[in-house]
């Protein structure tokens, strides 16, 4: 018998333990106590950087995935000084470990103020493989850099959502949002691919820019979407461009790469542009789009000016695809400008379509590589817009339509149905849906966790170490997870997975004799669990009789439970 309770305490020493999302509080602001702080924190955890002003000295770089909080923007007010040894590393920045990229841990930044001086960054996000990391989050800071520099600057596989900031460029050559790529982890890798409408890139939404140049601009294997923004513009000449997307380029000779090339920079893949909105002042936008690579779609956006000529929208192609040389690698997916459609971008009140500027090498041609909005649109060239019935019954193969009347409630702060699908026709007299935006606001914006409701009454009777239960989960978004746990709600870090989302089925066991809560919650994409979870109570006593089983020791004995938690062992 001795034995017997010491296996059962040898196995409860080495049980999983559990380890709460916690919240480390920094002392002060300055980037020593903020340091420290982080240095003391798990994955998951929360820092709190209290209500302070602090200049930095150096780059606060941050490795694991965890929500960097300050007391709000104009109350943790940081200033990177222009001393700071890698102005491009920035005031803040975020280079996940391989374990961070491996779980893809979330991580945000949020409730700053952060002035860089010089030429330094704001918060810059790196990392250099092909496991994309999902979950970054910026939002509710105040930006502004001042020299040759980018308020956020994200480099590489990163996705998430850069959202309602206040961003202000004080220099002549700042930038507002920049997402780059890594050249060749990106085109080289097909999880990487481009896709339209997924969550799958860097979102900028619901952001006030106040800028003197181009706000955006992308390259290298970079992507974005830039949403529901609003901009200010203040600079002294025309804004060109609005929105720039690089295409392939080097200083190559026109016969090898690599060791014969200054430098090699590749293009972007695709961007999404729609809904913005720009007060330009007494300039116009010269272009308003610079597309110089890869895939493109802009709609919904206006530029309101008293300027009243001169505004144009560029296509162009700088530098054959094949010098890199990218047709030897994806013959499918070419970094010049493709797969591309404008519609229902203004100035003022005047349509804005887009204009093939420039090609190097015959690569791209209206109705072909890009398309723009036709008023009277039979479904043989350009776009055409308006109720799904209205769609032409033929096609060719290229053109698109913007049916008004589908795709589902993509933009959830409004009351309709459907905000609009894009469909190609891909065949002769074929339409395909092609594209629905992704959801906004972008999941990762979530606050409000989902509800959980257990099917099965309360208390349940068990006589065996196992009870299925079952129940439903729903979320304003979307649910993405549910899970079990025993004596507490279930979270990121704790708990069993359960099979199913929005209708779940949880497989539970773990219990010990007498009353045991079990607890099940759902997550959605934002992290948000249901707290506290719905619960019921497991009461579990064994069935009269005698169960025989064999001893660590010699001979056996035999269990006889008595149905009240007590055991008495009889050896025989």
Known sequence: MSRFIFLILFLA??????????????????????????????PGDTVVVPIGTATWEETLVITRGIVLQGAGAGQTVITGAAAISTPTYGVIRYAPSA?????????RITGFTISALGDVYGITVYQNTSTPITKV???????????????????????????????????????????????TTQWESPALAFEYGTRNNMYSEDNTINHQTTPHSSGQGGRYVVRYNTYNYSGTSHLSP?????????NCPPDGIGDDCTYENWGTMGVEIYGNAIDAGAKTVAPMFDIRGGQAIAFNNHVT????????????????DDSNPILERHPSAPMHVNNAYFWANYVNEDLLPVAESSDCCDAIAENSEFYN??????????????????????????????ATDKGGNWHLTNETENDGTLYKCTEINTWTDYYTPYTYPHPLRDATAPESTITQSDPQAITSDALTLTGTCTDVVGVTSAKYRLSSSPDGSDGTACTGTTSWTCNTGGYSIGANDVYVGCADAAGNWTSPAPHITANFSYPSGAIAFSSPGTGAITMTPNNAGAITITPY
């Open 373 to 402: 909005y036709t008023a009277t649109f039979d479904g043989t060239v350009g776009i055409g817009s308006g109720l799904y019935a209205d769609m032409p019954a033929t096609c060719t193969v290229g053109v698109a339509y913007w």
């Open 99 to 107: 374990a961070a990229i491996t779980a893809d841990d979330p991580f």
């Open 137 to 183: 989050r910026i939002d509710n800071n105040s930006l502004s850099v001042a020299g040759n520099a980018r308020n956020v600057y994200i480099v590489g596989s990163v996705y998430g959502v850069v959202d309602s900031n206040t961003i202000t460029e004080t220099g002549t050559g700042s930038k507002a949002i920049d997402t780059y790529g890594n050249n």
């Open 13 to 42: 020493c080495f049980a999983p333990l559990q380890v709460e999302a916690a919240t480390v509080n920094a002392e002060s602001a300055s980037l020593a106590h903020v340091s420290a702080a982080i240095a003391a924190a798990n």
């Open 242 to 250: 609005w929105y720039d997307a690089h295409g392939n380029q080097h």
């Open 305 to 320: 000016t008293s300027y009243l000529s001169g505004e144009s929208s560029h296509i162009r192609e700088e530098v054959a």
